[in-house]
């Protein structure tokens, strides 16, 4: 079992920057794990915008987040970030953090994760 909680959502202004952080812990090492962070927009359902696989050096990013965001891990601290620049109006939205083992393909579908936080919300205002 894994436990995730997140933290570092605010509300900030558009061309802003926020860091969101993933704070993992159980009997898996966040090192061992694929992490992904998932956008919920309001009224809409959970959309993976980042992912990493530490131990591959394997890192995906949605298209309207590249250049943008930058997701990281830190093994030591049992910890995953996504760090967010040029913040726009339609990155608001519930931010998860979620957890599995590694898999070829569907990096950024949330069936592809079980273990998952409770979200952070960010909102980015125009």
């Known amino acids: 079992q894994v436990q995730l909680a997140e933290s570092g959502g605010d509300s900030v202004q558009a061309g802003g920057s926020l860091r969101l952080s993933c704070a993992a812990s159980g009997n898996m090492p966040i090192r061992a794990l694929m992490v992904a962070w998932f956008l919920q927009a309001p009224g809409k359902g959970r959309e993976g915008v980042a992912a990493i696989y530490t131990p591959r050096g394997d890192i995906w990013y949605h298209d309207s987040v590249k250049g943008r965001f930058t997701i990281s891990q830190d093994a030591a601290k049992n910890m995953a970030y996504l760090e967010m620049t040029s913040l726009e109006p339609q990155d608001t939205g519930m931010y998860y953090c979620?957890?599995?083992?590694?898999?070829?393909?569907?990096?950024?579908?949330?069936?592809?994760?079980?273990?998952w936080g409770r979200g952070t919300q960010v909102n980015v205002s125009s």
């Open positions: 979620a957890a599995g083992r590694w898999t070829s393909v569907n990096q950024l579908h949330r069936d592809t994760y079980p273990y």
